[in-house]
């Protein structure tokens, strides 16, 4: 069992960042690869990045290449994510979750545990 628990949404300008953090519970943090989501109003949920257990390997949606980057601390079982150049369409509630899968996994059925999520506000 893993409980999560996100942190540092808030509202930002346009062009500007954000890092979100992610405290795992319980000593098997380092057995989960870890991934961050997020949803708009009136969306699906949509993958954003994904981390490997030891943080080796890293995936993300085209819509945040570049822009985006997830890291891991699995002496701290935190996961971040780095938000940089923020647009407006980045707006929505960021969840992390927790995964088995070793590595790869976008879609959110993959994913085993959720936290409750944070908001992110990007205003134009």
């Known amino acids: 069992q893993v409980q999560l628990v996100e942190s540092g949404g808030g509202l930002v300008q346009a062009g500007g960042s954000l890092r979100l953090s992610c405290a795992a519970s319980?000593?098997?943090?380092?057995?989960?690869?870890m991934g961050w989501f997020r949803q708009a109003p009136g969306k699906e949920r949509e993958f954003v990045a994904g981390?490997?257990?030891?943080?080796?390997?890293?995936n993300y949606a085209d819509s945040v290449k570049d822009r985006f980057t997830i890291s891991r601390d699995n002496a701290k079982n935190t996961v971040y994510l780095q938000m940089n150049s923020l647009k407006p369409e980045d707006t929505g509630v960021y969840y992390c979750?927790?995964?088995?899968?070793?590595?790869?996994?976008?879609?959110?059925?993959?994913?085993?545990?959720w936290g409750q999520g944070t908001q992110v506000t990007v205003s134009s």
């Open positions: 319980g000593r098997t943090f380092k057995t989960y690869a």
């Open positions: 979750a927790a995964t088995s899968v070793v590595y790869g996994a976008s879609r959110a059925v993959e994913y085993d545990y």
């Open positions: 981390i490997s257990r030891i943080g080796v390997r890293a």
